[in-house]
């Protein structure tokens, strides 16, 4: 008996041995918390203040001159209201953003035209028909702000800068209430 107990003994004292090299194994993926931003993967240097404020006025600018187009092609009232309140508020935005900057005072540069994938995207919007304009611009808003919420989400939670990190904060909340209605509007539109 005394055997058994002594070879049993040594074989979790090797299997114990044998585990201390291996690093630990993952068993399953991390559980998401309750914020739906925390499960979109983080580009590498997103936290970075060059990407975010490239990023975050390029979402300004695409809201405002998508808007712009939108004033001049849709007929529909809600859609109307809803472009002038875009140019409105994120011209307000790009304000912020700016004060942010000079709070901070790191070197940042806005940019002054788009990127190239939100180019084509306006692009695209001012080449759709009259009979599909409306739908695929409100299908624009309503990608623009979610990608604009978790950008100020993360940014606001993982940033480098704290100026741009509390700009991020207070502007959050304001794209969460443009996301909500621009859903609002793309549902009435089915």
Excluded: W
């Amino acid at each position: 008996m005394y055997r058994k107990l002594l070879i049993a003994g040594a074989a979790c004292a090797a299997l114990a041995l044998a585990a201390c090299g291996k690093p630990p194994e993952e068993t399953s993926p991390a559980t998401p918390d309750a914020n739906p931003a925390a499960t979109v993967p983080t580009p590498a240097n997103e936290a970075g203040a060059p990407d975010f404020v490239a990023k975050a006025a390029a979402s300004d600018m695409f809201e405002i001159e998508s808007s712009k187009l939108a004033l001049t092609r849709t007929r529909n009232a809600d859609i109307k209201a809803f472009a002038q309140m875009m140019i409105d508020m994120h011209t307000q935005t790009t304000a912020g953003l700016k004060k942010a900057i000079a709070d901070s005072g790191q070197p940042l540069v806005l940019p002054t035209m788009l990127p190239a994938d939100l180019q084509g995207k306006l692009d695209d919007l001012a080449k759709a028909s009259d009979a599909d304009f409306d739908k695929a611009y409100m299908d624009a808003q309503v990608d623009g702000h979610q990608a604009a919420l978790d950008l100020m989400t993360r940014y606001a939670a993982d940033g480098t800068v704290p100026a741009l990190q509390a700009a991020a904060a207070s502007t959050a909340p304001v794209v969460q209430e443009h996301l909500t209605k621009a859903k609002g509007i793309q549902e009435g539109l089915k």
